[in-house]
């Protein structure tokens, strides 16, 4: 079988289980977060924390739970990675630099998993499981919540209350996300992966000498990586690395892990506003792009110029032998678009071009189908942007779910989408500056001064200010500039574009609906889908074309 027919297929099977889990998932979830009962264990944890889950919140409630929740998390993560040192089961390992545990409290409760550190030679087991493996769940879980939370906005009239921030993180922690975790992490063992506390160990080559390795509870931490697109890896190679990403299949179901939720979120988007088309929409709107994504570069590594790549089949440098190229370049995709993080392969050895489109795959605001909760969100914010653009083009006031689009929302979706672009942008020329920043580069003189080295620092900022945490390889981001400012830029970009999320939910849940008319524009069609798919191409090329010329297409067309 040629390694294109073999990447062909994988996709197709990769397409047909999310088609399987889209409508049973999507409808459990939209049940989970309209139940008006709770679990007996949820009642534990809401005397434990002091909440009264039943009281509905407005926006500012529901911010302020957010941001008191998420700094807790910070600051409790930044402490255990400082005292790791005096704790059991650390390895031996050292307590974490205060810049580089900053960075890694940051990067974790804001949803990114960026690592400017090695798992296996930094962290200890109780802080990747107690610190980490935590984190990667209830980071999940708030942003499920402030997604469900714009979507009762628009499904609400004339309240303001977008239901109640601690019962929604609950219920998306221990109903959603819990039980599918207990079922992806015995899959995984059953594959190969390691589940255990064992310490490090001496280990022969086949070569000669020996390296030293050890295990942990990693099967539980790569399924909640994975499903809650987090990307944080156990060991410094992530999913690259045979103990966490066993086989080919294990690939597969771990690409399958990374997108079940952010696509099934839209049925349950549309059975909560009472119009499963609508979330259709959505639907083929993240597809189209994912689909289109996916295809490109496919193309691009398997079409990698020079007669020695072509020889071999494609662009293997870089990629594990045990996925090869296609495999490789749909978990990029998967990754990029989502907000994971994850990788199994070298995305810095990616052709330029193939490099390019996992930067604009995160430049278009992880939104196809973006990170969980967030890419839904991302994505309505967006709708709300092209139906603005299309009440201007007919002149009539523009309407969503049958809510107006008036003064106050479109500041509202205009100011979430710039936060990130300005972070993005600023920081990286900020670094283009500072000449402690450009001497990080540590490709040659040829590539790290040039358009490659330009592009591993807009990377990093784009990765981190779009909470993906992937990096192109070749930039040494453990430094006390790096490690700051890309974690200013991970808890920037997490919650202040939650605070106009917030803010939009609570106006429109506010507002009266207004009633359909022969000129309202019907958002369930494929037309709207097309539009939204440009709107959001237009927005992204216009913002960061500039960039991308100076990055991977001048390196590309070189």
Aim: with cysteine; proline share 4%.
């Amino acid at each position: 079988m040629s390694p294109i027919l073999a990447g062909v297929l994988q996709l197709i099977a990769l397409i047909a289980a999310l088609a399987l889990a889209y409508r049973p998932l999507g409808d459990y979830m939209a049940a989970v977060y309209s139940s008006p009962k709770h679990l007996r264990i949820e009642k534990v944890v809401y005397r434990c924390i002091g909440a009264n889950a039943d009281a509905e919140m407005r926006w500012p409630a529901y911010l302020r739970g957010v941001l008191a929740f998420s700094a807790a998390g910070v600051l409790l993560l930044y402490l255990l990675q400082r005292v790791q040192g005096g704790m059991p089961l650390s390895l031996g390992f050292a307590s974490i630099s205060p810049d580089q545990a900053f960075n890694t409290a940051a990067s974790f409760v804001a949803n990114t998993n960026w690592q400017s550190y090695s798992g296996e030679q930094a962290m200890g087991h109780v802080v990747q499981t107690a610190g980490l493996a935590v984190q990667n769940f209830v980071s999940a879980a708030t942003g499920m919540a402030v997604a469900v939370a714009l979507v009762r906005g628009f499904a609400r009239s004339r309240t303001g209350d977008l239901g109640n921030f601690w019962a929604d993180l609950v219920r998306g922690t221990i109903r959603v996300l819990v039980p599918i975790a207990v079922v992806g992490a015995l899959v995984l063992v059953a594959c190969g992966a390691v589940q255990n506390f064992s310490g490090i160990h001496e280990v022969g080559q086949f070569m000669g000498g020996s390296q030293q390795t050890n295990g942990g509870a990693v099967a539980s931490q790569e399924v909640i990586k994975e499903l809650g697109t987090n990307g944080g890896g156990y060991f410094n190679a992530n999913s690259a690395h045979p103990f966490e990403n066993p086989d080919a299949f294990t690939n597969l179901f771990e690409i399958f892990l990374i997108l079940v939720i952010p696509f099934a979120l839209t049925r349950t988007f549309g059975k909560l506003v009472g119009n499963v088309k609508q979330g259709h929409a959505i639907l083929a709107t993240m597809g189209v792009i994912w689909l289109g994504f996916t295809a490109l570069m496919m193309w691009t590594e398997f079409a990698h110029g020079g007669p020695a790549l072509q020889a071999a089949g494609a662009a293997m440098e870089g990629k594990e032998t045990r996925f090869g190229v296609g495999s490789s370049a749909i978990f990029s995709v998967a990754t990029t678009l989502t907000s994971t993080g994850a990788v199994d392969s070298f995305h810095s050895s990616f052709t330029a071009f193939g490099g390019g489109i996992q930067l604009l795959g995160m430049m278009l605001g992880e939104i196809a189908p973006g990170g969980v909760g967030s890419g839904l969100y991302g994505m309505l914010v967006m709708a709300i942007i092209a139906v603005f653009i299309a009440g201007l083009m007919v002149g009539r006031t523009p309407e969503y779910l049958g809510k107006k689009i008036g003064t106050r929302e479109i500041k509202l979706a205009a100011c979430y989408i710039l936060i990130t672009p300005t972070l993005v942008l600023g920081f990286t020329a900020a670094s283009m500056v500072l000449p402690d920043a450009l001497g990080s580069m540590l490709n040659t003189k040829a590539l790290g001064a040039g358009s490659h080295g330009f592009s591993e620092v807009l990377y990093a900022f784009t990765s981190g200010a779009n909470n993906n945490g992937s990096a192109f390889g070749g930039l040494n981001a453990n430094t006390p500039w790096y490690n700051t400012a890309i974690g200013l830029a991970m808890l920037l970009g997490r919650f202040l574009p939650m605070v106009f999320v917030l803010a939009l939910a609570g106006s429109l849940a506010e507002q009266k609906p207004v009633p359909e008319t022969a000129g309202t524009l019907r958002t369930e069609k494929p037309l709207f889908a097309g539009l939204l798919v440009g709107t959001i191409l237009i927005i992204t090329g216009l913002t960061y074309f500039p960039a991308l010329a100076l990055g991977p297409l001048a390196e590309g067309l070189s």
